[in-house]
C-alpha cells in the first residue's frame, strides 16, 4: 500500500511540533562555569569584539550560523501562502543544513512583500550570521533582493531556489552527457518556465558552454525585442534564442537535445519528446505533478530522464547543494559566493558518481550521500581560496 506522505507528514509535525531546536554547547551548572559563559567573564569577549568585529567569527557561533530566510511567496509549488505558513519548509530545511553539514541555520520568516523593508531587515540582522541563504521568495522580487544583499553585505548571500536548483541541475546534466555522449558546447537545451529557477538556470548553462538554450514563459518562447517582457526576461533574452525562433513550447522542443522543466504538470506531450534530436535528455523538475510522467518520456524516446520527486530515479534534488556549499563557504569565511564557486560545486556533485556507477537511472548521488556534501564543500572552499574570496 502507497504512503500518503501529505497525511503522515502532518501527523508527525503534530508529533515533533518542530523539527530543530537549540543546543547549549558548553557548561553552565557551577559558579565558575557561569562566570565563564556568562557574567562577568563574558564581559572581556565583548570588548574584544567592540574593538574588532571580525573576532565575532572567533568568539561566537557566528562562523557557523546561517538563516533560511523567506516572505512565504512562492513557497514549494504551494505560491504566496505567508511568511508562517511557510515555516515547516524553513525548519525542515535548517534540519538539512545540520544533518547533512553541521550548519547551524534557522528559519526567519519575515512579514513583508516589500523589497526594500526585506533588505534592511536582512542587513539589520547580518551582523549575528557567516552567511545568508534566500527562500521562496517569488520573482522577480527575488532578484533584486539577492543582488542588492550581495553587493552590500560582506558575508556570503545565496538565493538557493536560484542557483542551488542551477548547480544540481548541472550536475545532472553533466553527468547524463556521460551516459548519452554528447558534449554540453554541442547540446541545444529547450526550457519551460522563466521564473527565478528557470532563468537562473538558462544563465549557468550559458556559463558552463551551452551555446543554444531556448527559454519558455507561460506566453511562450521569450525572444529579444518582445515588449511584454521584465527586465529579467529582457536580460535572459539578450544571451538566449540566439536564432531568434518563435512560438511556443512545442517549437522550442523541436531539435533540442536536452529539456529542463521548472514550470507546470503535463505540459509536455510524448509527441513533444518524440521532435528532439535522438537520445534527449529530459529533466521535469515541475512538483509534485511533473511537466510529464517519465515512463511517458522514456517511451517517447528519452534517453535519460530526471524529475524534481523522491518518486522516481534522477531526483534532481537542491538538498545536494546547499548544505555542501555553505559548509565550504563558511569554512574559509567566504564574502561572497561566485560564479566559479558554483560551478565547482556542480563539477564536484557530477563526480561522486564514478564510471562504474553511472547509468541512465543513476546520474546523481542520493540526497542523503555524505560524499556528496564532502566533496560539495571541499570544491566551493577551494575555489574561493583561487578566487581571493576567502579570509581563512
Known sequence: MAVNYNEESLKKHAEWRGKIETKVRVPVG??????????????EPCRKISENVDLSFELTRRW??????????????????????????????????????????????????????IIKTIKLLAGSFGGVNLEDISAPRCFEIEQRLKKELDIPVFHDDQHGTAIVSAAALLNALRVTGKKMEDVKVAM?????????????????????????????IICKGDPRLNASKQ?????????????????????????????????????????????????????????IHPDEAKAAGAAVVGTGSSQYNNQINNVLVFPGLFRG????????????????????????????EISKDYILPYAWDKRAHDAVAKAVAEEARKEGLAKL
Open 329 to 356: 563557504a563558511l569554512d574559509v569565511r567566504a564574502t561572497d559566493i561566485s560564479m566559479g564557486m558554483m560551478m565547482a560545486a556542480s563539477r564536484a556533485i557530477a563526480s561522486v558518481v564514478s564510471d562504474e
Open 64 to 117: 557557523n550560523t546561517v538563516p533560511v530566510i523567506t516572505d512565504g511567496t512562492a513557497v514549494l509549488g504551494l505560491g504566496d501562502i505567508g511568511p508562517e505558513a511557510g515555516m515547516p519548509v524553513m525548519e525542515g530545511k535548517c534540519a538539512l543544513f545540520k544533518a547533512f553539514a553541521d550548519v547551524d541555520a534557522f528559519p526567519l520568516c519575515i512579514r513583508s512583500k516589500d523589497t526594500e523593508e
Open 192 to 220: 519551460n518556465g522563466a521564473g527565478a529557477a528557470g532563468i537562473a538556470i538558462a544563465k549557468f548553462l550559458v556559463a558552463f558552454g551551452v551555446k543554444d538554450v531556448i527559454i519558455c514563459d507561460s506566453k511562450g
Open 235 to 291: 536580460e535572459i533574452a539578450e544571451m538566449t534564442n540566439k536564432e531568434r525562433v518563435t512560438g511556443g513550447l512545442a517549437e522550442a522542443m523541436k531539435g533540442a537535445d536536452v529539456f529542463v522543466g521548472v514550470s507546470a504538470p503535463n505540459c509536455v506531450t510524448q509527441e513533444m519528446v518524440k521532435s528532439m534530436n535522438a537520445d534527449p535528455i529530459v529533466f521535469t523538475c515541475a512538483n509534485p505533478i511533473p511537466e
Open 30 to 43: 557551577s559558579r565558575e562555569e557561569l562566570s565563564l559563559a556568562y557574567t562577568p567573564g563574558v564581559a
